[in-house]
């Protein structure tokens, strides 16, 4: 494989205050991986980690100020100071609370026609340089960055993606999108049962333009039910994340993840070893058991058991896909670093596993099945928790050494 040259550079900026960022940072970085290279990791370097017994803050309740109690959050970020902005798709707000969760200010956001409205059509994308609140609207194509008061300060068209798109803010203030899907089928082919997996791409949108940084990377398994396709139970799927020296993704085949510069040139392969993807007995029984719960009636579940759930077992794969999709997949960090969320369905617990900017596995986080991940930095993470009522609230916690003192 060629070897890419020196003067590659990072994609310029969309404006004159991303270009002092990248000129100061980037292109360091880019260097350390001009070079292809394959770095595999029988096991992490650092020990198990888990999470802290208290989290430094809760922000949510279930009855009290209107500013605390939430309807379905979009995203949340922590920023330098510890302050956590909340974005509140139902509401459509952005809430700023300070460290120790106290309000601090509501900004209401304009989103798109009210045809259009949904408590999905807001985004918070996270590291967005010089505009660290960026919320993306799918039903209206812009972003709305915000200042540290709350202010709207820049609302911006783009263009490239539909609201099926994942989407995530690339070093320079630009959108990076995964494509959704680029395959085309012969649907007349295809027989009831038939499984299949699309194409994706990951482009780079720039002003009216998408420029393609990589493309044919195996997307979304899909069933096809003879008419139309559904994604598949336990199918695999594609995760990807950005940082300054370029994109990493994967295809969840397997553990392994590729990164490719802001050229679209792969430079650096990252594998490592995490639990068996083997589907057993157990995790069936285990499924199963998860459906059960839900009849209140012994009729009920001897009706599901003999009539829904043999087609249902038929249809599940072998193997288990390699990473998480329905919540952060991959998550970078400002060191380049990667938080990886392994596909939970193997053991009651869910597990993270951290790689280095090199791609050299560095340890491995243990937390509770249930929360999701929305933001973390150097030693905390910030998830999304339910209460006992369902209601929605996020906490910070900060990691510590499995065993050892929260």
């Known amino acids: 494989m060629s070897t890419p040259s020196n003067d590659t550079r990072p994609i310029p900026s969309r404006a004159a205050r991303t270009a002092a960022i990248l000129a100061a940072h980037v292109p360091m970085l880019v ?61 459509n707000e952005a809430r700023m609370f300070d460290a120790g969760g106290r309000h601090v200010w509501t900004s209401s956001l304009e989103v798109g026609s009210r045809r259009q409205r949904n408590s999905r059509a807001l985004r918070l994308l996270r590291g967005c340089p010089e505009a660290p609140i960026s919320v993306l609207d799918v039903s209206s194509a812009s972003v709305t960055e915000l200042d540290p008061n709350g202010n709207v300060t820049e609302t911006r068209k783009t263009v490239g993606f539909n609201p099926y798109s994942e989407v995530m803010c690339s070093p320079d203030g630009e959108l990076v999108v995964a494509s959704w899907p680029e395959t085309e089928f012969e ?103 998860s459906y059960l719960a839900l009849f209140d009636t012994p009729r009920g579940r001897q009706a599901f058991e003999r009539e829904l759930w043999p087609g249902m077992r038929d249809g599940l794969p072998e193997r288990f896909p390699a990473f998480e999709t329905e919540a952060a997949g991959l998550m970078a960090l400002p ?42 930095g150097p030693g905390w993470v910030l998830l999304l928790e339910r209460g006992e009522f369902d209601e929605q609230r996020v906490a910070v916690y900060e990691l510590v050494e499995a065993g050892g003192s929260g």
């Open 335 to 376: 060191d380049g670093s990667l938080w990886v969320t392994i596909f939970g369905w193997r053991a009651p617990d869910q597990e993270l596993h951290l790689l280095q900017a090199s791609g050299a596995w560095a340890g491995r986080l243990v937390i509770p099945a249930g929360p999701a991940l929305l933001d973390a």
């Open 187 to 289: 649907w007349e082919s295809l027989t009831a049962g038939d499984i299949f997996r699309s194409s994706r791409s990951l482009k780079l949108l720039r002003s009216d333009t998408a420029i393609a940084l990589v493309s044919g990377i195996p997307g979304t398994e899909h069933v096809y039910n003879g008419m139309g396709a559904v994604p598949r139970r336990w199918g695999k799927d594609m995760v990807f994340a950005a940082t300054g020296t370029g994109l990493w993704y994967g295809s969840g085949d397997d553990y392994e993840l590729e990164h490719v510069d802001w050229s679209g040139r792969v430079t650096r392969i990252a594998r490592w070893s995490g639990p068996d993807l083997d589907v057993t007995a157990e995790h069936l029984d285990r499924y199963m058991d």
């Open 31 to 91: 260097a350390t991986l001009t070079a292809q290279t394959v770095v595999e990791s029988a096991n992490p370097i650092g020990p198990d980690l888990t999470l802290s017994d208290e989290p430094l803050v809760r922000i949510g309740v279930l009855d009290g100020p209107m500013e605390h109690m939430f309807g379905e959050i979009a995203g949340a970020i922590r920023l330098e100071d510890g302050s956590v902005v909340v974005v509140d798709g139902q509401s």
